[in-house]
Structure formats: C-alpha cells, structure tokens
C-alpha cells in the first residue's frame, strides 16, 4: 500500500536527502536529514529502501496548499 505523503516540508528534505546520498554518500544524507528534523524512522526507511521509492508517479511530492 501506498504511502500518502502529506506534509510537503518534510517530503522536501528527504529528497534533498536522496540526492545527497547519490551524490555523497548514506551517511551525509542521514547526518543533513537528522540535522533538519527529519523523523529517526523515516530517515532509515527512505535511505534504506530505495525499491519501495517511484518519485516519478504524479502527486508523490504532497501539493502545495495555498
């Protein structure tokens, strides 16, 4: 079952985080995503998990309420 992603900051950062770690390494990603707040669980789930991740379906990113 898909996750519904609801709070757009947080989905924010943990795509920084993924780019950091494509571009650095787990560790770096994990250290900027704790460093901003990122949820313990989240954090390991989403930098662990990559198979589970389709970023590329509409509306993974949560919309922006005005």
Do not use: C, F
Request: positive net charge; glycine residues 4%; proline residues 5%.
């Amino acid at each position: 079952m898909r996750q519904v992603r609801t709070d757009r900051r947080t989905a924010l950062k943990v795509e920084k985080g993924l780019i950091i770690q494509r571009s650095s390494s787990t560790n770096d990603a994990a250290q900027y995503l704790s460093a901003r707040g990122v949820p313990m669980h989240v954090a390991v789930r989403v930098l662990t998990t990559p198979h589970k991740r389709d970023m590329r379906i509409a509306g993974a990113l949560p919309q922006q309420v005005e």
